[in-house]
């Protein structure tokens, strides 16, 4: 069973099925081992076979089965934490890269699709950044001139978007932006890799990372990868995790997918400068439309003020839409957020035979692509001119604050270790949910299934030891301090741990 069919499935897991790669059976060697097939490690594949490099891909799921599979797929420029705020942290230099470099991986995702003629739904269309019920127009002025100033010169402030509904104040325009299927997009993307001669395998966990020359990868199975470079393309770097700690940041962030009428809207990405933000855009099936709603992001494992986020998103959307129908999809994903809103692509932070792309910060789909496009020119041994911006190692001063706030969260969490669980009994914890049992490491998860049937495992999580937490939205064990997850059963969801929850003795009721 794939480890990660408990969770929700996606519009595009729904709408589109991925080729199946069988799992690696024999060691291999090659020049380029890319851990991870998503749209991080196959750009990067794709541009390293298009030069004549050997790659062997490796996932621990199916093709798109980790965090690319539970996008939204929206291609813009319009940054997560937006022109004002990059400048401030990164300088007039690093806004101006991380507008062109953004522009560039939309142009490159539309370059690959021509080339390899991909069935992706591709679409150019305009992208909008709006004021939340509660801001003001002044912030809106002020990332106007910040874009501008970063380079583009072809946003606009609006009285609105165009979608007829005045409960949306003013927005800027930026024209030019995109969207499409991911995973059709992956699938174009896989076909391409084994035309050029890449292998692709799938369900082939990487337990160990060995840097050095050559580099080696150890799979679940004792197996070995032996390559010139390794690339960790997947979304936590799943070697030596604690470096990255202090530079991202685990969040959960929610989707939902409402039926609405053919026509009614016109195809169009928004983002409102509420904190955290709303996302959306629209999907065009045959008969209908499906608005994508995304939003009620929080810190992974400290979901304490959030008590349903599906229902808060769907409040503001009738609230937003009122031609919204029912609720088709809902799902969730995990992002991991730099200081300074933009990815981690380049060397590891200890090996420079590793290279790593992490921290998409909400900007998976452009930033998976720089990561491809950088690692492509750096792997062969050529500068890149924004491989500084996107540096791994780098500290950005002005987000001293920020640091400081996360890693206070982070801490607080070892308080886990010498408090008393969250339940004191089995019989306090109801069907199909979850409750953490006893004191220390001796700390029990207990799962309550639906037919009632309690499942036991250590809470201890097998990253670096912090305490899991139930996630009753999920049906996860969520981990607080750098984002590891596991299912019901303790089966491994989201790195940067390894291995799954280990085992527990039974309670007595
Ligand atoms: Fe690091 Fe759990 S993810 S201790």
New binding site residues.
Partial sequence: MDQRSQERQSLWQVTATVPSYPPLTASVQTSVAIVGAGISGLTTAYYLAKAGIAVVVVDDGPVGGGETGRTTAQLTCILDKGYAETRRLRGDAGAQAAAASHRAAIDAIEQIIATEKIECDFMRIDGYLFLAADDDISTLKTEYEAAYEAGLTDVRLVDAMPLGNTAFGPALHFPNQGQFHILRYLNGLCQAIERMGGQIYCNTRINQVHGGTPTRLETADGLQITADVSVLATNAPIND?LGYSSRVFAHRTYVIGVRIPRGSIAPLLAFDTADPYHYVRLHVEDDHAVLIVGGEDHRTGQPEELAAPFAALEQWTREYFPMAEEVMYRWSGQVLNSLDGLALIGPDLVDEHVFVITGDTGMGMTHGTLGGIILADLIMGRPHPWAALYDPARLPLGAAGEVLSETVSTIAQAKEWFSGGDVDSVNEIPDDSGGVIGMGPAKTAVYRDAQGTLHYCSAV?T????IVGWNDVEKSWD?P????RYDAFGRLLNG??KDDLGPAKPIAE
Avoid: E, I, W, Y
């Fill in positions: 995790f999580c990253h670096t030891g912090c981990c301090c750098h984002g590891s940067p741990a």
